[in-house]
């Protein structure tokens, strides 16, 4: 059975919003449009189609004809049984459910060769032709990944992780001075993206040094990730791009590499992220929507993003907005969730640039607790590389909603910084609290700053 063609979601209008007077009661509605898919197909067990799961062979080959077979059966079940199951990159189909169940692994190689088929992808921000993510859907409806099992991308220093040149992060990536790394190539292509080179020809090859994704869904509607642990990660984790309806669920993401953002939501549209685990190597949970001038080109926002019930253990932010932002961000909706240790830096950080531009609407955060953040549990800044960007489309943030958000302890509770021609407008912390800070909050360029029921104690 064919695959339909899906056209991705048309990018909303985006109107002088009023401020709402409960903007939480868009969250039901959002909520009802998820459209979480159903496979109501056959079940099709992957060792039927010759996958060993002896740790030794490779079962790549046997696990696509399995996810193929389900597909032109007119959709259902991949079991993935117990067992370790070497594999290179794999791609989903319409109405497949890749099931990988408690006792199973896979364990994607690190042969960059094998990844080498050219895929489109978007790579932070800019769109490209670049190396194929480990498991891969584009253009396909009612797709998923679930499951007690593993998803293993066994990177690791001096596997992927060195590509990513020099990185001051909690664990070695194997680089040293001398070695090639992606820095030439990544510039190039923020060079195609902004000289407005064709997508096609953006191609990008292993000598490039772009690490993929690992889980990747491209223009897919109804996609759903659920109940499996990904550790190891070349680069981001979990990525839906131009989607509409993802839910990923249950879900622990166990990274600690560069760039090992979690879960990043790419100018997606009826998102719920709940009841996760994250302890990765960068974001735990980012929103994006595309960078500069490809991210104008694309022109779609992340929109109607519900963010609930997750613990975050290491990572830079919990939840971090930007820093591509160029294709807006709004109606973000995060509650329940809670930062234990003392490893991340923010709680909720926007950071942007006025070579970027975009806006950032309509974010609401509460019932939020942590034990510690290092900078800030609220950081925003519109100089996010500031030295490297600069132009004439300042970003617009504004209509933040904080409330019930407890943090023991902080280097600051809050640090903000507007730019003078685009301040932050209309930002209100209700019925919070913040304990041991370091050092006095930074407002800058903030008007209409609003606290109720919340005391900032002196720094120590």
Not at 146 to 173: F, I, K, M, S, Y
Not at 291 to 301: I, K, L, S
Not at 372 to 387: F, K, P, T
């Amino acid at each position: 059975m064919a695959s339909p063609s899906v056209t991705p979601f048309a990018s909303p209008a985006a109107p002088d919003l009023p401020v709402a007077a409960d903007p939480w009661a868009r969250v039901p509605a959002i909520l009802a449009r998820l459209g979480e898919p159903l496979f109501s197909g056959g079940d099709y067990l992957a060792t039927d189609f010759g996958a060993a799961g002896d740790g030794r062979g490779d079962d790549q080959a046997a696990l696509q004809r399995a996810i193929d077979a389900c597909a032109d059966g007119g959709g259902g079940r991949v079991i993935v049984p117990p067992g370790d199951y070497l594999t290179g990159p794999l791609r989903l189909r319409h109405r497949v459910n890749l099931h990988v169940g408690a006792g199973a692994m896979l364990r994607f190689v690190t042969d960059s060769c094998r990844f080498s088929r050219p895929t489109r992808t978007r790579w932070e921000g800019v769109e490209c032709m670049g190396l194929s993510p480990a498991i891969y859907a584009c253009d396909q409806t009612q797709v998923a990944v679930t499951g007690a099992g593993v998803l293993d991308g066994q990177a690791g220093a001096g596997r992927w992780w060195d590509w990513a040149g020099p990185w001051d992060g909690a664990e070695p990536t194997g680089w040293a001075p001398g070695q090639p790394d992606q820095r030439p190539a990544r510039r190039r292509l923020l060079e195609w993206g902004e000289a407005g080179v064709p997508v096609d020809r953006r191609v990008l090859t292993t000598a490039d040094r772009l690490r993929p994704m690992f889980l990747e869904f491209f223009r897919c509607r109804d996609v759903l990730v659920e109940g499996v642990t990904v550790r190891n990660t070349p680069m981001w984790a979990i990525h839906p791009v131009l989607c509409q309806g993802v839910t990923v669920r249950r879900v622990q993401v166990v990274s600690r590499g560069p760039n090992n953002d979690g879960c990043v939501v790419d100018s997606c549209r009826d998102v719920l992220v709940e009841d996760c685990f994250f302890d990765t190597g960068d974001d735990c949970i980012a929103i994006k929507a595309g960078r500069n001038r490809d991210g104008w080109r694309v022109d779609t926002p992340a929109a109607d993003v519900i963010i609930r019930g997750c613990r975050m253990l290491g990572g830079h932010s919990a939840v971090a907005l930007g820093s591509e932002i160029s294709g807006g961000i709004r109606r973000i909706f995060i509650e329940r969730c809670v930062l234990e240790g003392a490893a991340l830096d923010h709680v909720l950080r926007i950071k942007a640039n006025s070579a970027r531009g975009g806006a950032v609407e309509q974010v609401c955060l509460r019932e939020v607790t942590a034990d510690q953040v290092r900078e800030a549990a609220v950081r925003i800044n519109l100089v996010y590389d500031g030295a490297e960007e600069r132009g004439d489309r300042p970003p617009q943030v504004r209509e933040l909603e904080i409330d019930h958000l407890f943090c023991r302890a902080s280097g600051r509770a809050v640090w903000i910084e507007g730019l003078p021609e685009r301040p932050i407008r209309d930002l209100r912390i209700r019925h919070s609290g913040f304990g041991r800070v370091a050092e006095a909050n930074v407002l800058r360029h903030v008007e209409g700053f609003a606290v109720e029921g919340t005391d900032f104690p002196p720094p120590a």
